[in-house]
């Protein structure tokens, strides 16, 4: 296992306990609450058995005091993160936690196994590249333990924080959509939960200003860093599903607030970014109307989301943004770019290359010739949803008869014309002579997948390796490669007492939490969408 080396400090500072929470000056609270993530800093660490705390790096020592300690925090106070996991995974799985059942569990109080989980989703989390954690092993179950007692004795005595909860308290006539954008961010990118996904964030910012490099001066590129980092971050809080249930941040902060809370309803209604070229039509009473031009829909925009606004021309300007709806309104969310009337522009988006269903509309189009894919693929590869291949040149090359056997059955009927054919298959370098299977999946069309063969047992497969496949079978649920619908697929197929036989998911813990899992390993594959383009 590749592990950082371990250093030694001494103690936890401020500005690590500071990390998470919203405000900048520590109160009261703050400063009991970092005694005692000190307190069971020092007690974890003089137990070296304790094999988990013993592999990772000291940083995420201190972090994971910090968090144990918040969870304390969170119960005392108050603040309703630990419940909303519970009360969502309850509407899932008809009981509070995955892994465990407890014979009582009060929603007042700490429990053992909300710590058990907690420790569970931080090992997952920061050893994913090194090892599969079991959320029932001897060292997570025996740390577990030392920190309830810690946690336990401390319960009746510690402050609540009531900052914190005044924070994320939200005002039942709350109309302004980036007021509870900050909620959302504060939930997931320094709460407790999901402080990891500070590092992820950022580096996705990273990623997008080394690709801009090449592209602009360093001037030029200083200058374009707040509006790329403030749009990356944006589209991290309002469109990335999240491991934890699979859920995106407005879920999240609605299961904080609560059920009862009177806006409930309306943020778990706000939609999904909607990213295109819309043509600017007219301003009245506050609305800016425009239309998404590849779809024709029609949007009414409050003004009060644009901080300046351009000077728009009806029928001419056209903005390049992102709109999102708050309370049957919509709003500019992110970064966005104005351009003048531009006739080329508005012809390639009411083109093929126009995402015509990013409204909706569609679906039932899609769906149903999905169904007549699916079929004439079981007909194609005689009655089985999988071909195996030794390269994935040969993948290609199946795909591809298949694709022109589809565009043949469907010549002459109504609509064919609308359906995009693709020319070839798009396969990197890298993978074409490695082996690889075909699988049909029935929500989004085909898919092409190398480097699991060994892991599949199946008659057509000439390249099982049965010490391999037992060893390693879970991979073909954990890996992002591989499909929510085609890991089920391939469950059902190999069998549990296959898939669980490392011992981390032994004794029905794989069986009884897949869906869970599944959402947790592959959260941004969870919800298939169709590939089926039509133009």
């Known amino acids: 296992m590749a592990v950082r080396k371990k250093e030694i400090h001494n103690k936890i500072y401020l500005d690590r306990w500071m990390a998470f929470h919203p405000y900048k000056k520590p109160g009261s609270s703050d400063y009991y609450y970092l005694d005692l993530s000190n307190r069971l800093y020092k007690t974890i660490k003089t137990r070296p058995e304790l094999g988990l705390f013993s592999e990772i790096h000291t940083d995420d020592s201190e972090n994971l005091c910090c968090y144990l300690t918040c969870y304390l925090e969170d119960v005392v106070s108050e603040i309703g993160m630990m419940r909303a996991f519970t009360k969502q995974h309850r509407e899932l799985y008809g009981k509070d936690l995955p892994f465990y059942s ?11 196994e909300d710590i058990y989980f907690l420790l569970w989703h931080y090992f997952s989390v920061i050893l994913y590249e090194d090892t599969i954690v079991s959320p029932v092993s001897a060292d997570l179950i025996q740390l577990g333990n030392i920190v309830f007692e810690v946690l336990y004795e401390e319960f009746e005595r510690v402050p609540e924080n009531t900052r914190l909860k005044e924070f994320l308290h939200l005002s039942p006539g709350e109309e302004n959509f980036f007021v509870v954008r900050d909620k959302i961010q504060f939930i997931i990118l320094d ?48 469109s990335k599903v999240f491991p934890l249930l699979a859920r995106r941040g ?60 351009p000077d728009f021309i009806e029928g001419r300007t056209i903005i390049n943004c992102s709109l999102i709806m708050w309370k049957d309104i919509w709003w500019f969310s992110g970064a966005s770019a104005v351009h003048p009337n531009d006739p080329e522009r508005i012809k390639k988006e009411k083109g093929p290359e126009g995402d015509k269903n990013l409204f909706g509309g569609l679906d039932k189009k899609q769906h149903d010739i999905l169904q007549e894919q699916s079929q004439l693929f079981l007909e194609f590869n005689k009655g089985r949803s999988m071909a195996f291949f030794n390269t994935m040149d040969q993948a290609a090359e199946f795909a591809m008869n298949f694709m022109e056997l589809f565009k043949a059955s469907i010549q002459g009927s109504a609509g064919a014309d609308n359906v995009a054919i693709p020319h070839e298959m798009s396969i990197s370098q890298e993978a074409r002579k490695e082996p690889g299977f075909v699988f049909f999946n029935p929500k989004t069309g085909m898919e092409m ?22 060893e390693d079978a879970l991979e073909l649920l954990i890996s992002q490669e591989i499909s929510r619908e085609c890991s089920l697929y391939l469950a059902e197929k190999i069998g549990f007492g296959v898939l669980a036989s490392p011992v981390q998911y032994q004794d029905g813990i794989l069986e009884e939490n897949l869906d869970f899992l599944l959402r947790y390993w592959k959260a941004g594959r969870y919800y298939s969408t169709p590939s089926i383009t039509l133009i």
């Open 250 to 309: 407005k879920d999240w902060l609605a299961y904080v607030l609560g059920m009862d809370h009177p806006l409930f309803e309306k943020i778990i209604s706000i939609t999904e970014k909607k990213t295109g070229s819309y043509l600017f039509l007219e301003q009245e009473n506050g609305i800016l109307r425009f239309e998404h031009i590849a779809s024709g829909t029609i949007l009414p925009v409050t003004v009060r989301s644009y901080d300046t606004l």
């Open 102 to 112: 407890p014979a009582e569990y009060d929603y007042n109080d700490i429990n053992r």
């Open 449 to 470: 997948v190398y480097g699991y063969n060994e892991l599949i047992p199946d008659p057509d497969n000439p390249l099982y390796n049965e010490k391999k496949g037992r």
């Open 191 to 238: 709460s407790y939960l999901f402080f990891f996904n500070r590092l992820e964030c950022m580096a996705g910012v990273g990623e997008i200003l080394d690709a801009m490099k090449d592209k602009m001066d360093d001037n030029e590129l200083a200058q374009k860093i707040p509006l790329v980092t403030y749009d990356t971050v944006d589209n991290y809080l309002l």
